[in-house]
């Protein structure tokens, strides 16, 4: 995921121009989901702006695809933008892709897409898989309001802060999350949202080893720890959001244990933070 930017872009496409910034969804397992259209502007660019070239490289060699590869990550993105804004604006079409999914979700490429609308070159998305929507449509928890945080951070103490920032949101909240973080976020999870909270954990979407589970995500987390192999792939995580007319004394006293929690043993955690807040204990520790 990258972080905000300027891109500085010299020149401006002229009138009429038929290049096109090709925004395109690729497949995030199953190599059956890459739509036909999909297929066929990837053989008509002028080359491929990947964030994984040897990824990408082995999804065209599937379809027969032979095409020049650009290497496009977070590390790199500023500086290359120009350029391939200059190819677009000398009439070049391109295309997009990241290793999976559908571009800039959780990707980078913003910058890119940024500085061809500046200099006025047309972007088309070429819709198809996106994680996180596959794991809504089939997680059966409210999806008329949702939003997504993306991957948490790496340190303990900054996904605890997010995830305690998150706790009276009353939308559905998608997470993604990688298989050596999963368990620990999802503790984590317990402490800011209460065990009890509805969740679903989706994990290799569309592979051989899709699966979806669901329940409170006290008993989610002790499905996840008891099973190495429930630990393997790659993982959204959705969590129901906090009721509308939660108690106030609860989602306050859950953000309390959320703190407490990183410094003193749950259940001491749990007292402390029932007594600050007038929570029932039970609320926010199932014990």
Do not use: W
């Not at 070239?53 to 020049?68: D, F, M, N, S, W």
């Not at 571009?103 to 198809?128: H, T």
């Not at 993982?235 to 244990?257: P, S, T």
């Amino acid at each position: 995921m990258t972080t905000a930017g300027t891109t500085s872009v010299a020149a401006h496409a002229a009138p009429g121009t038929r290049a096109t910034l090709y925004v395109v969804a690729t497949p995030i397992g199953n190599l059956g989901d890459l739509s036909p259209r999909a297929l066929d502007v990837l053989k008509s660019v002028a080359a491929i702006c990947a964030e994984d070239t040897r990824h990408t490289r082995q999804l065209l060699a599937h379809y027969g695809v032979e095409k020049p590869l650009v290497a496009l990550h977070e590390h790199n993105e500023d500086a290359l933008a120009e350029r391939l804004v200059a190819r677009l604006v000398a009439g070049e079409s391109l295309a997009l892709v990241s290793d999976a999914g559908t571009p800039l979700v959780s990707d980078p490429g913003f910058r890119l897409v940024r500085a061809a609308r500046i200099a006025g070159i047309r972007v088309s998305p070429l819709p198809g898989p996106c994680a996180f929507i596959a794991a809504l449509s089939a997680a059966g928890l409210p999806s008329d309001r949702f939003v997504f945080e993306g991957f948490l951070p790496a340190k303990a103490g900054a996904r605890r802060e997010r995830l305690r920032q998150l706790a009276a949101e009353t939308r559905t909240l998608a997470f993604y999350e990688s298989s050596h973080r999963i368990a620990d976020a999802l503790a984590d999870m317990v402490l800011a949202f209460g065990s009890d909270r509805p969740a679903v954990i989706a994990r290799e979407l569309t592979k051989l080893f899709e699966t979806v589970l669901d329940g409170g995500l006290g008993d989610l987390h002790a499905t996840i720890v008891a099973d190495p192999n429930q630990r393997k792939g790659e993982f959204v995580v959705l969590v129901q959001g906090a009721a509308e007319d939660a108690d106030a004394r609860i989602v306050e006293g859950r953000r309390l244990y959320a703190v407490l929690g990183q410094h003193l043993p749950p259940s001491t955690a749990a007292k402390l933070a029932a007594e600050l807040s007038g929570a029932p204990r039970k609320a926010l520790y199932g014990g």
